[in-house]
Nanobody
Framework: QVRLVESGGDSVRIGGSLTLSCEVYGDSISGSYIYMAWFRQAIGKEREGVAAIKGGVFTRYADSVNGRFTISTNNAKNTLYLQMNSLKPEDTATYYC??????????????????????WGQGTQVTVSS
């Protein structure tokens, strides 16, 4: 059974940086057809896809974070990361990592859809304020 554990959430100032980690247990994240992603959910809003990565190489980002956030993996540590720079108040949310355990192909346009992923972490809170 796959288990995902996020960490790194914190309260930061506007313009600050933060790196989130997601350790994966019970499954390897190395492989050309491994899909993983970061989602976030702000209070009163639906969960939205932030960044996704395939095979540790091909990435896709939501327009709202493109150029500010970077998704990456470390296969040796079996860990997914999200480097967040130039943080804004609208980035405030609970961040979740996700793994598609049953699929070895997801269309590029669907990589940020919640329905494509079936294993989820418990979330880590990021708060951006002045």
């Amino acid at each position: 059974q796959v288990r995902l554990v996020e960490s790194g959430g914190d309260s930061v100032r506007i313009g600050g940086s933060l790196t989130l980690s997601c350790e994966v247990y019970g499954d390897s994240i190395s492989g050309s057809y491994i899909y993983m992603a970061w989602f976030r959910q702000a209070i009163g809003k639906e969960r939205e896809g932030v960044a996704a990565i395939k095979g540790g190489v091909f990435t896709r980002y939501a327009d709202s974070v493109n150029g500010r956030f970077t998704i990456s993996t470390n296969n040796a540590k079996n860990t997914l990361y999200l480097q967040m720079n130039s943080l804004k108040p609208e980035d405030t949310a609970t961040y979740y990592c996700a793994r598609a355990t049953q699929k070895d192909y997801i269309q590029t346009l669907r990589m940020l859809l919640e329905s494509e992923y079936d294993a989820w972490g418990q979330g880590t809170q990021v708060t951006v304020s002045s």
